[in-house]
């Protein structure tokens, strides 16, 4: 049987963590199928047929499909996905919001946020904010995941050549109504897709001393993350929170400026592959993770890393 | 309206959790537990809701052993009225938990259902869409804003780009994000008030639910450690190691 995969979209574009889950998808084994359900999103099928290992894209199109909104994607999920062996999304705030609806109209337990496939059973996935990692089985009749976009290297966007094959949905639950979207607009690049994140806590101080690290960023080509408490306080946007509540990002850098590091904190940013610390406290536990840690005031240290950092 | 809360036991987020050395599981012996962050928050704006005359009753529910009645009575001390224990073994898993919640809401018919988003030890985020999708309901998960009016329920959500807002119909179940609120301290006369108020025992059995699951946690294991690097004295040791050592700018 094959495996069903459910794209992340914004009726455009493909996002990029659908192509960590289809190589999920792929170490599980077998055929991918990626359902693309939306409105108007002929667009993201396109993409969506071109990605490697892809045999056939599902194209879901109606406008009750067109905010994501899971009361209505869950019944085409799960119509559609009695007919495979899993079904996979990623941990996208859409996918949890809609997967576990799937897992029980299907009657399913659903394995949230798997970072490893052992085989087609068995995966594996952290629990108590990372820190202890559960290997779990389940002998569902149709396994439900959702996929930690970080545990797996994205398949290529290109080379694939998947057959589109439109199918009806008329699946509009009527008991929800989207009012609106407050979505930040920025030109950085998104959190957890960046190579390099330059993160703020409460340290910061205020919300206008974040300028900081958008200098720093600029010149890193990074994105700007944050820390609970500086969310909390009203510094920056909710959508920039890194954290076990927040997003899980692993960038090659990870720069973490006035943040105490806290359990929950590291639980989304430990697996960068190289952490810098800036932060006045020499026993902040943030130095217990870091590779390199500066103890400094930041309000001295960032603009003198701006300045130096090469162009 | 009634408003039905489902508050989880849990490890207190302070703690630092240990693997036990047979690799069978965490260790929970000796170790303080509390209400899940997010259930707080759940009871929390049940409570404010009641105090704003949007409800007359406050119904907290808990599935687990006999020590959950600890966190029952510290929901009751916040404010809820009632509470009823589901009594299992070990906590049920997501759909499990589910599949109980909704044979309460059978029973109770509230007009409001909250849930924390997820619980901090499965960290698994599944138990409150499960039982709207079991209970036919609308759901607004990750709230950080919720507003009552006639018959209706809007939800300010977090979601990944920002916000996003919607409108449920009643009865709906929503579950709690941390900017919600930020939950009151019980004072010492609530305390005491709660001894007196109510919890009812039941079992999956009252209640017509076969508690099981498909999955089975083979191994739990300690995350691999992260060494400890270095302390760099400037700013241009730091990078000059980036550069050359690390090479990652
Ligand atoms: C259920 C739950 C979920 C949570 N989820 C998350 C989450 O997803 N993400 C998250 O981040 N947190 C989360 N938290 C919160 C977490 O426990 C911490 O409270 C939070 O991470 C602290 O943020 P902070 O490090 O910015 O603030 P603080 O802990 O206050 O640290 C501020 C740091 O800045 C340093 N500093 C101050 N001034 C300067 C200066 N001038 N120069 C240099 N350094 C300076 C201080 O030394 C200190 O170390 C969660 C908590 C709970 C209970
Ligand atoms: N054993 C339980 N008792 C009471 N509520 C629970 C239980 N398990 C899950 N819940 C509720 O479901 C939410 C999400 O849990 P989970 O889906 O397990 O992450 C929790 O915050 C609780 O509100």
């Known amino acids: 049987m094959a495996i069903l995969v459910v794209a992340d979209h914004d009726n455009s574009t493909l996002a990029a963590k659908t192509l960590n889950t289809v190589a999920a998808a792929s170490a599980i084994g077998g055929e991918v199928h990626l359902l693309v359900a939306g409105h108007q999103c002929d667009s993201v099928a396109q993409q969506a047929r071109s990605v490697a290992g892809v045999t056939k894209v599902l194209l879901a199109d109606n406008p009750a499909l067109e905010n994501q909104l899971a009361e209505n994607v869950s019944l085409l999920v799960t119509e559609q996905g009695r007919e495979y062996s899993h079904i996979l999304a990623s941990t996208s705030t859409d996918a949890r919001n809609m997967m576990p609806r799937v897992a029980a109209l299907l009657d399913v337990d659903q394995v949230s946020d798997i970072i490893r496939v052992e085989s087609e059973d068995t995966f594996v996935r952290p629990i108590y904010a990372g820190n202890a990692i559960a290997t779990v089985r389940s002998n569902a009749s149709v396994k439900v995941i959702t996929v930690r976009s970080t545990g797996f290297d994205p398949v290529a966007a290109e080379g694939g050549n998947a057959t589109v094959e439109t199918i009806a949905s008329d699946h509009d639950a009527g008991i929800t109504r989207f009012v609106s979207a407050e979505l930040a607009q920025s030109d950085r690049p998104e959190l957890s897709s960046a190579q390099i994140i330059v993160s703020g806590g409460r340290g910061m101080g205020n919300g206008e001393n974040f300028a900081l690290l958008y200098e720093v960023a600029d010149k890193l080509g990074a994105a700007v993350g944050a820390s609970r408490a500086a969310v909390d306080a009203g510094y920056v946007a909710n959508d920039m929170q890194v954290g076990q509540t927040g997003k899980i990002v692993a960038p090659q850098l990870y720069v973490a400026v006035g943040i105490s590091g806290a359990i929950q904190h590291l639980a989304g940013m430990k697996d960068s592959k190289v952490i810098v610390a800036i932060n006045k406290d020499e026993e902040a536990p943030i130095f217990q993770v870091a590779d390199y840690g500066l103890v400094a005031d930041l309000f001295v240290a960032v603009p003198e890393l701006k300045s130096k950092l090469p162009e | ?249």
Do not use: W
Request: aromatic share 2%; proline share 5%; net charge negative.
């Open chain 2, 1 to 249: 309206m009634k408003i039905l809360v489902a508050v989880k036991r849990v490890i207190d987020y302070n703690v630092k959790v240990r693997v036990k050395a047979d690799h069978s599981d965490v260790d929970l012996t000796n170790v303080k537990m509390a209400i899940n962050p997010f259930c707080e928050i759940a009871v929390e704006e049940a409570v404010r809701l009641k105090e704003k005359g949007m409800a007359d009753e406050i119904v907290v529910v808990s599935l687990g052993d006999d020590a959950c009645q600890e966190q029952l009575r510290t929901a009751l001390a916040l404010g809820a009225d009632r509470g009823i224990l589901v009594q299992t073994e070990q906590p049920p898993g997501s759909l499990a938990a589910a599949k109980l919640l909704k044979a309460i809401i059978d029973e109770e018919q509230p007009g409001l259902v909250l849930l924390g988003k997820q619980a901090i030890d499965s960290d698994n985020g599944q138990t409150g869409q499960m039982l709207a999708a079991l209970a036919g309901l609308p759901q607004g998960t990750y709230a950080s804003e919720v507003t009552v009016d006639a018959g209706k329920v809007n939800v300010t959500r977090e979601v990944d780009g920002g916000l996003q807002t919607v409108s449920l119909d009643l009865p709906a179940i929503v579950t709690t994000d941390l900017r919600l609120n930020e939950p009151r301290y019980a004072a010492l006369p609530n305390i005491m008030k709660a001894k007196r108020k109510p919890i009812a025992i039941k079992t999956p059995a009252d209640l017509g639910v076969t508690v099981s699951s498909t999955l089975t946690t083979l191994k739990v294991e300690p995350p691999a450690q992260r060494q400890a690097g270095i302390k760099v004295a400037s700013v241009d040791e730091l990078i000059e190691k980036l550069q050359h050592e690390a090479k990652v700018i």
